[in-house]
């Protein structure tokens, strides 16, 4: 038996041996540095797989939203490397349909989940593209940037959201997406109903009235299946003039968090929820 011990320990031994793989130490030193969340904001599998690229230089320090700006300079310091720029995303909700301006078409009961209610015939809003309010957006979100307001809608902090994701992966209406905050100019909506039924479905549906494609800069804005759409590929061109006739207020200007509506556009002072509409 102990001569056995000692040859399957002399066999471990040579096969630690000759399969061990080095690693670079500095790796463990730069995943220390991250904030361990694992969000794959940075289009990693996690913060140990973005540490190995640092490291290995496939990926700039700055590509790490989560992280504070300090720390990633930091990082970049430490490795001896440029620290690279990354603007600034934020996910942005293209619908504006609070339970005091859209309509609802049926009372919904059932599990407290968005996912639920729209395998339920859509969800109870009237509005087929609508959010339905029910804030698994804000449970996905793990860094506490997304809050229900008073008329379930979601609202996102722009200076708590790291553009991880998750919000844009769980809405089953896919109203979210990632957006950088140059992109000021921004339709708040995504019902491509005609306009006087998505008139009927909410207060601030876009109408596709084409105002804000005539105002704005040459090619800028487009109608397409009754939906007000912007092209961003010249967003340099955009400004407050696409707003200031917008009437139902669909379509904004988003500046240092807030946003703001043209004009021209009807102000909304209900503060109770609409009643379920009637047949």
């Known amino acids: 038996m102990a001569a056995l011990g000692g040859v399957l320990a002399w066999v471990l031994a040579a096969a630690n041996k000759r399969l061990y793989v080095w690693e670079d130490p500095r790796i463990d030193q730069v995943e220390a540095l991250l904030p361990s ?42 490795l001896g490397v440029n620290m690279g720029t990354l603007e600034k995303r934020v996910a942005r909700l293209a619908c504006a349909g609070g339970r005091h301006v859209a309509k609802m078409r049926a009372h919904y009961e059932g599990l407290g989940s968005c996912r639920a209610a729209a395998t339920v015939s ?20 793990g860094f506490d940037a997304i809050q229900m307001n008073g008329f379930d809608l979601p609202i ?17 209406k896919d109203l979210f997406s990632l957006q950088p905050v140059a992109h000021k100019l921004w339709v708040a909506c995504k019902n491509h109903a005609d306009g006087d039924t998505a008139e009927r479905q909410c207060d601030v549906a876009c109408t596709a009235c084409g105002k804000c494609v005539a105002d704005a800069a040459p090619g800028l804005i487009r109608l397409d299946n009754e939906l007000a759409m912007i092209d961003y590929s ?21 500046e240092d968090g807030h946003f703001q509506k043209g004009l021209t556009a009807k102000k909304i002072v209900r503060v109770s929820h609409l009643p379920v509409m009637s047949e």
């Open 156 to 172: 996102v902090d722009p200076d708590r959201c790291t553009a991880c994701g998750d919000c844009v992966d769980i809405c089953p």
């Open 234 to 254: 010249l967003n340099t061109k955009a400004s407050k003039t696409a707003i200031q006739r917008c009437e139902s207020g669909s379509i904004v200007w988003l």
């Open 37 to 78: 969340s694992n969000c794959g904001a940075c289009g990693t599998a996690g913060c140990r797989n973005f540490a190995e690229k640092v490291v290995a230089g496939g990926i700039e320090p700055a590509k790490c939203t989560v992280n504070a700006p300090s720390m990633n300079a930091y990082i970049a310091e430490f």
């Open 122 to 141: 859509g969800g109870g809003k009237a509005c087929a593209w609508g959010c339905l309010g029910l804030g698994d957006c804000a449970v996905a979100c």
